[in-house]
Structure formats: C-alpha cells, structure tokens
C-alpha cells in the first residue's frame, strides 16, 4: 500500500499503528510512506516503528518544494513491489481487518473502493466548520484515502496526473475506466478519515486549493453533468449566490428578498431536524453563506486561470 504524508506526523503514526493491526498475513503486504519530513521525523515516526522493524514498512522522501499528492504517490506506487496496490491517506485510520476486505473484494480488471466515515474518535463532530470525508463505496470520486488498483493498470495508464493539483485521483479513476477498469464498492472495508475543528477563516483558506478543481473539468468535460446547470459544483454555491443577489437587489425590489429562501431551506437542517438543531442552523447560517461565497470566488479563480467556468 501507498501513503503520501506531509505536515501530518502525528496523524502518521495513528494510521502506522493502525496498520500494524491489520489481519491480512504481513507477508502478504507491504507499506510504502513518501514523506516530506526531516531526518528526525523520518527516524521517530517511521524508522522506529515495528513495521519497519519487521521489513513491512519503507520510506521515500521528496523535496517539499516539489511535493504534492500525485507526486508522492506516483513515487510511491513504483517504489512498490506488489501486483495490486492500495492507497490511503495520513490523516485515516484503517480497521484492523481493512486491507483484508478490500483485497478479498477484488477481481481481475477492478479498481476497488472502501468506505470512509468521520473518526468517532476524534471530538470535533459537533463543531460547525470541520473538514473530513464520508464516502459511501462506489463513491462519486474515487478517492485514494480508501481504494484499491492493480499495479499493471497504474502502469498502461502511467500512474497520477502531476499537473493535477487536486482531483488527481478523480482523474485517475476515469482515464483508468476509459481504460476497461470498473468500480466495485467493498463497503466492509473501512477507513476512518480525521475530523479537524475549523474556524470559518480557516474553513475559507482550507478551500483555496480547490480553485484548481477548474483544470480538472477541463481536461474531463463530463465531470459537468455532475454539476448544476453544467457550471455550478457545489448546489450550495447556486443557492448561496442566488441569495446574494436577493440581500442586494432587495434594497430596491423588496420582492428579491425572497431569493434567500433557497438557501435556507438547504441549511436548516444542517444540525438536524428538531427545534434546537434548527436554531443552531439559524446561527450559524452566515458563517456557511460567507464560506459559499468564498467558494464561488475561489472557482471563479479558477475558472479564469483554466480558461473554463467552474462556479
């Protein structure tokens, strides 16, 4: 298996101790790590933990000013040995029986995706802004925290997109289905993805990167039947720019106000459907509104840098 690792040490060593707890024979497996970390990083986190100790675990590193996911793990699916390979990411924690389902679940000419849930472990659940992930296998991304390939696909259709800042393993996934694979759902095999508390400020900077998503919609123009009205990603942004017109237009046109009630009627139920969860919506609706509109600024970068519209 294959993990791209940077500024993520700590989380690192959950998911290597979690690893260590996989059911499936050690011989059977292997792990690859491609880090970004200094010597000392590398020898407490990763030289000096009992995979490696047992011949389970390597490690590669690459210069930070080079790094990204695509990178690191096309550095790390060819550093690998085995004729499938796996991916996850740093910030997950695999069941103990994980790697097992999701080899057990595959079949020759199959790309094969787990289940990822937020970490119950992990106490920010209950917070307004957090980042995590939740994918109900076969996912609409195919994400790489959780997935499965055969080496030889890698190979046909040479490995991730490094001009991919993000959505590399979206890209991956369809150019390796143009290529004959199919996706199967094992959704017995089980990943946890890390649930981070934000403020909205950091929500905001934590989105940045997705201007890039524009560059990933170019290169696969059917991405676009997945989007509202074949511009907009997110139906949240839709609704969120609808209500700015209203809260603007409304000064003058009263009857513009009534362009907010769409997105409120998305996020009323954000913290469930009783009385309190829908007061606590009310509060923090601004904050997620600002957060859309954020968003949308952050595509439309993108969309002027890609040279295609993406809101």
């Not at 993000?166 to 890390?194: C, F, M, S, T």
Request: aromatic share 8%.
């Amino acid at each position: 298996m294959v993990v791209a690792s940077h500024e993520r040490a700590a989380r690192l060593s959950i998911l290597l101790d979690a690893l260590y707890e996989q059911t499936l024979d050690r011989s059977a497996w292997e792990v690859v790590v491609v880090n970004t970390y200094s010597t000392d990083v590398v020898e407490r986190t990763l030289e000096a933990h009992p995979l490696a100790a047992e011949g389970v675990l390597r490690h590669s590193n690459v210069d930070p000013r080079r790094a990204r996911p695509s990178v690191q793990r096309n550095v790390g699916w060819r550093l690998a040995r085995g004729s499938l390979v796996a991916f996850t990411d740093d910030d997950c924690r695999p069941e103990p029986d994980w790697l097992e389902r999701l080899v057990r679940a595959w079949s020759p000419g199959a790309i094969v995706q787990g289940a990822t849930r937020p970490d119950p472990r992990d106490g920010a659940m209950g917070q307004p802004h957090i980042r995590t992930l939740e994918v109900d296998p076969p996912g609409r991304f195919t994400q790489t925290c959780n997935v499965l390939y055969e080496r030889a696909l890698l190979e046909r259709i040479g490995g991730f997109d490094e001009r991919a800042i993000v959505g590399e393993d979206i890209d991956l996934a369809l150019r390796a289905q143009d290529a004959g694979a199919r996706v199967l759902g094992a959704a017995d095999a089980l990943v946890w993805h890390a649930v981070e508390a934000l403020s909205w400020r950091e929500k905001v900077r934590s989105n940045e990167k997705w201007e890039h998503l524009a560059y990933l919609v170019k290169r696969h123009p059917r991405l676009r039947r997945q989007c509202w009205l074949g511009v907009w990603w997110k139906h949240e942004h839709l609704r969120a720019a609808l209500a700015l017109v209203g809260l603007v237009g409304c000064i003058r046109r009263p009857w513009l106000a009534s362009a907010v009630i769409p997105y409120y009627r998305l996020e009323r139920y954000r913290f469930g459907r009783g009385l309190r969860g829908r007061l606590r919506a009310l509060r923090w609706m601004p904050e997620f509104w600002l957060i859309d509109l954020a968003e949308i600024a952050t595509f439309l970068r993108g969309s002027l840098r890609y040279r295609t519209l993406l809101l």
